[in-house]
């Protein structure tokens, strides 16, 4: 079972910037590929960006694509989120995801929410005009 613990969200202005992070307790988080979801309340689960676990390869959401970066450090099992120029329309909660199970190719990138298996509890992040 992988534990994963988001760190990092807050209330910020729009324009701002914040890095979220997602710690995994797992040693083989290396093998997994990785993503990151946001949801406001009434509204469903939003794929924001997705990394191989590789990190060869990513994925972004059209809503968020050339101001938000996905990165990971397989050493640190440690998932990441870096989001520039933030808008109110950013305002969630946001939640990190691993997909476990079998041996993915290098550049596989999973962008349903369906397609993981493990989540963390999320972090909110707050944009005001």
């Known amino acids: 079972q992988v534990q994963l613990v988001e760190s990092g969200g807050g209330l910020v202005q729009a324009g701002d910037s914040l890095r979220l992070s997602c710690a995994a307790s797992?040693?083989?988080?290396?093998?997994?590929?990785m993503g990151w979801f946001r949801q406001t309340p009434g509204k469903e689960r939003e794929f924001v960006a997705a990394?191989?676990?590789?990190?060869?390869?990513?994925a972004y959401a059209d809503s968020v694509k050339g101001r938000f970066t996905i990165s990971r450090d397989n050493a640190k099992t440690t998932l990441y989120l870096q989001m520039n120029s933030l808008k109110t329309e950013d305002t969630a909660v946001y939640h990190c995801?691993?997909?476990?199970?079998?041996?993915?190719?290098?550049?596989?990138?999973?962008?349903?929410?369906?397609?993981?298996?493990?989540w963390g509890q999320g972090t909110q992040v707050t944009v005001s005009s």
């Open positions: 995801a691993a997909k476990n199970g079998r041996i993915y190719a290098s550049a596989y990138v999973a962008t349903g929410g369906g397609e993981y298996d493990y």
């Open positions: 797992e040693g083989t988080f290396s093998r997994y590929p």
């Open positions: 990394i191989s676990w590789s990190g060869a390869r990513t």
